[in-house]
Nanobody
Framework: QVQLVESGGGLVQAGGSLRLSCSAS????????MGWFRQAPGKEREFVAA????????YYADSVKGRFTISRDDSKNTVYLQMNILKPEDTAVYYC???????????????WGQGTQVTVSS
């Protein structure tokens, strides 16, 4: 069993930055892929970014490419999402997830955090 806890969300003005963290307990993440997803009110959950278990491969949604960066620190059992040049449309609850492979498909991830709210004001 893996427990994931996200942190770092908050209220920020458009153009600002936030760094989300996802800390895991119960199991080492070193052999797992990690993903970030988000869900805005009234919308479906959508893929944001993913990183392979080696950290050597990263994947991004087109809407965040060039602005967001996913990274991992296995010594801290933590994955990060650096979000720059934030836009109002980035407003959502952000969730981290753990799975066997880095994929855009949410259903391929086995464990999920409780989410952290990100609100970007215009």
């Amino acid at each position: 069993q893996v427990q994931l806890v996200e942190s770092g969300g908050g209220l920020v003005q458009a153009g600002g930055s936030l760094r989300l963290s996802c800390s895991a307990s119960g199991r080492s993440l070193s052999s797992y892929a990690m993903g970030w997803f988000r869900q805005a009110p009234g919308k479906e959950r959508e893929f944001v970014a993913a990183i392979s278990w080696t950290g050597g491969s990263t994947y991004y949604a087109d809407s965040v490419k060039g602005r967001f960066t996913i990274s991992r620190d296995d010594s801290k059992n933590t994955v990060y999402l650096q979000m720059n040049i934030l836009k109002p449309e980035d407003t959502a609850v952000y969730y981290c997830a753990v799975g066997p492979i880095a994929t855009t498909d949410w259903y391929r991830y086995d464990y999920w955090g409780q989410g952290t709210q990100v609100t970007v004001s215009s």
